[in-house]
């Protein structure tokens, strides 16, 4: 009999048909939602979490401490339980209410600041304390290697080899990072294509960082390409998604799936895959779907 963590990782792939503009090119959604925890921040949670374990840099007892923006938050309340762990979730207070119920619903304390680079000084600040254990998912190698073990390898396994396109928004830029990382060992040729707002336009999960804030994991020559995406085309898309294909997810994933969809267009045939990162009902008290 699995547990939860067991049943983190090899989530599905389902292709989407209906709003491909190519019908030479295959477009598929690879449903991170399908973790425990609703997103693919249970990968980097659970091998932040149980990596620093194994090392003897987490010890029992220890306090926890991250900054989130919602998902990494919610995997890492999550986890953080199920190894006897007290964490403390330091999250932007505009995030949706129902990113902090979850992780207070796990057991986390949560602290709401102005600004997820508030959040990230306030836990560094408390991290530097030594009260708590910073995990630090946006320089912690951890965060990556979650996805070079697994989510790259799903995705290769699942397309036969003939994934041609990757296409991810960067938060964190964890996810991106790791999979690149395994695909171009597999197969240089495969294109890695990130997602960023345009400038002005605030995306959940999808950030364009001020330069002191750029994660220390990310690696630029890892990116081949990097395309803007606006606030409206992600929710749009993300209700598209939801209406047309039967894939309920967020805002980041709307973006993720626009670009997917323009990337398509400019090909004459390919596999692309692109991360679904979480489900839509974290935002049902937003107005994405209103």
């Not at 932040?48 to 995997?75: C, F």
């Not at 680079?117 to 979650?146: I, P």
């Not at 296409?167 to 997602?195: H, P, W, Y």
Request: hydrophobic letters at 40%; charged letters at 25%.
């Amino acid at each position: 009999m699995a547990g939860i963590i067991d049943l983190v990782g090899n989530t599905p792939m389902v292709e989407i048909s209906k709003l491909n503009p190519n019908p030479n090119v295959k477009i598929y959604a690879k449903l991170e939602g399908n973790n425990p925890g609703g997103s693919v921040k249970d990968r980097a949670a659970l091998n932040m979490i149980r990596s620093g374990i194994e090392r003897g840099e987490i010890k029992p007892g220890m306090k926890l401490i991250e900054a989130t923006s919602g998902n990494t938050g919610i995997a890492l309340a999550m986890i953080a339980r199920l190894f006897d762990l007290e964490i403390e979730l330091v999250m932007p207070d505009n995030s949706t209410r129902e990113r902090t119920l979850t992780m207070e619903a796990f057991g986390a304390k949560v602290t709401l600041l102005d600004g997820i680079e508030r959040c990230r000084d306030y836990a560094e600040e408390k991290g530097a304390t030594g009260e708590f254990f910073l995990l630090n998912q946006f320089a912690n190698s951890d965060n990556y290697m979650a996805h070079y073990k697994t989510t790259g390898p799903e995705m290769w396994r699942d397309t036969e080899g003939h994934i041609t396109h990757f296409v991810s928004a960067m938060g964190t830029t964890g996810t991106i990072m790791g999979c690149s990382r395994f695909l171009k060992e597999k197969n240089n040729d495969i294109q890695i294509v990130g997602c960023q707002p345009i400038e002005g336009s605030s995306i959940p999960g999808i950030r364009r960082w001020p330069e002191a804030y750029l994660p220390k994991i990310f690696d630029a020559s890892r990116v081949d390409r990097v395309m803007d995406i606006s606030e409206e085309d992600a929710t749009q898309m993300a209700r598209k998604l939801a209406r047309t294909e039967g894939v309920f997810a967020g805002m980041s994933s709307g973006g993720a799936c626009s670009a997917a969809i323009q990337l398509a267009s400019e090909l004459e045939s390919g596999i692309i895959v692109f991360i679904a990162c979480d489900r839509g009902d974290r935002y049902l008290s937003s107005t994405l779907f209103g």
